[in-house]
């Protein structure tokens, strides 16, 4: 089935650093989705990309889908301790016509004061 | 407008006993996911349902597990004879169809086998 590859696992910066995580699929996706979990929390939706080469901003989130539709990125500019979580991105995949939600491993953010 | 209740959030259970999970959508929501997170790990699709129908069980293991979405009430995940590999957080979501809706998670159930 469908899967999609997320990289690095793990990432630590210090406080006010950038940080870049990667989600990369073998197929062409019809849209990605990205969420955030909180340590000890549920994973929370952010964001919803559709178009090839689609760019979409949340203050200081970047979030951009392939030309090809194939990888996405999430770029955080100037971390802040609010930041840490695990991020994961999510793509459809379909089975006998429908369509379950597959996440990638997740990149865990960690950030140093 | 309360959001995807999960409960209990906190369930221990010994070994050969059944643990029942429950997760009641949004309102408005007809499709249910059940996803399995160990410890720092990701989130494992385990089945998606809409009402009265499995939709996608492809990510459930054939035997101790089970789900359902009846026409009224919960979903439920049942875990029958549990082992101590099952203790894990079981998360479920809701979303109002299959296409580009996004997740609405639960605050999970945290599954302990002793």
């Known amino acids: 089935g469908q899967q999609v590859m997320q990289i690095p696992q793990y990432q630590h910066v210090q406080e006010g650093e950038d940080f870049t995580t990667y989600c990369n699929s073998s197929?062409?996706?019809?849209?990605i989705q990205w969420y955030k979990q909180r340590p000890g929390g549920h994973p929370v939706f952010l964001i919803q990309?559709?178009?090839?080469?689609e760019v979409k901003k949340q203050k200081r989130l970047t979030f951009q889908f392939g030309e090809a539709k194939k990888n996405s990125s999430l770029h955080i500019t100037a971390t802040q301790t609010t930041d840490v979580g695990t991020y994961f991105c999510?793509?459809?995949?379909?089975?006998?016509?429908?369509?379950?939600?597959?996440f990638g491993q997740g990149t865990r953010l960690t950030i140093n004061p | 407008n309360a959001g995807v209740m999960q409960n209990p959030r906190h369930l221990v259970r010994r070994r050969g006993q059944e643990a029942r999970l429950r997760c009641s959508p949004m309102?408005?929501?007809?499709?249910v996911y059940w996803y399995r997170q160990l410890p720092e790990e990701g989130l494992k699709f385990m089945v998606y349902?809409?009402?009265?129908?499995?939709?996608?069980e492809s990510g459930m293991p054939k035997e101790r597990f089970s789900a359902e979405f009846p026409k009224e009430g919960p979903s439920i995940l049942r875990i029958q004879q549990v082992v101590r590999g099952d203790s894990a957080a079981y998360f479920c979501?809701?979303?109002?169809?299959?296409?580009?809706?996004?997740?609405?998670f639960g605050n999970g159930t945290r599954l302990t086998v002793t």
């Open positions: 979501a809701s979303s109002t169809g299959p296409g580009n809706s996004p997740l609405h």
């Open positions: 197929t062409t996706l019809s849209n």
């Open positions: 309102k408005g929501h007809s499709h």
């Open positions: 990309l559709v178009k090839s080469g």
């Open positions: 999510a793509a459809r995949t379909s089975y006998q016509g429908a369509q379950k939600l597959v």
């Open positions: 349902l809409q009402k009265e129908n499995i939709i996608d």
